[in-house]
């Protein structure tokens, strides 16, 4: 049985401009297993996501304007990687789940509030062990 009493808070400065999303992507590495240059391009589409949400409201408009050909143009130039690198990575990110029909997976997106001052998650460890 759950309490909402918290054992252990752990701060981590941050800034959503420069690197929360990177560190969001590390955090989630156990769930994603990408390469470091994989992590980058999720961590640029989330950054670009992000900024985009700020403009476009319905979900549907944000997928088609992050995966618009100036947003990955930006997105490559940005990582400077060529184009045809750039397309080979989104096809592991494809292949790999965390673009699923031109869209973000989801599960990979941290639920950030447009004034966010601060990002709050709550992991419970649920022991499945017989000691109770």
Same mark, same amino acid.
């Given at each position: ?21 990177? #560190?969001?992507?590390?955090? #989630? ?12 391009? !999720?961590?640029? #589409? *989330? $950054? ?5 949400? $700020? ?5 549907? !408009? !944000?997928?088609?304007? *992050?995966?618009? +050909?100036?947003? =990955? ?5 940005? #990582? ?15 292949? =790999?789940?965390?673009?699923? +029909? ?10 950030? =509030?447009?004034?966010? $001052? +601060? ?14």
């Amino acid at each position: 049985m759950s309490s909402l009493f918290v054992d252990n808070v752990t701060r981590v400065p941050t800034n959503v401009e420069t690197d929360f999303f990177r #560190l969001w992507v590390d955090f #989630l590495k156990p769930y994603h297993d990408l390469t470091e240059r994989e992590s980058e391009v !999720l961590t640029c #589409l *989330l $950054k670009c996501r992000n900024k985009l949400k $700020k403009d476009i409201h319905n979900d549907e !408009l !944000l997928d088609q304007a *992050l995966f618009s +050909e100036s947003t =990955k143009r930006k997105i490559y130039t940005d #990582l400077g990687v060529t184009a045809s690198n750039f397309h080979v990575l989104i096809a592991r990110l494809k292949k =790999k789940g965390i673009i699923i +029909e031109d869209k973000l997976n989801k599960r990979f997106i941290p639920k950030l =509030k447009d004034d966010a $001052k +601060e990002f709050k998650m709550l992991i419970l460890f649920d022991f499945n062990d017989d000691r109770r």
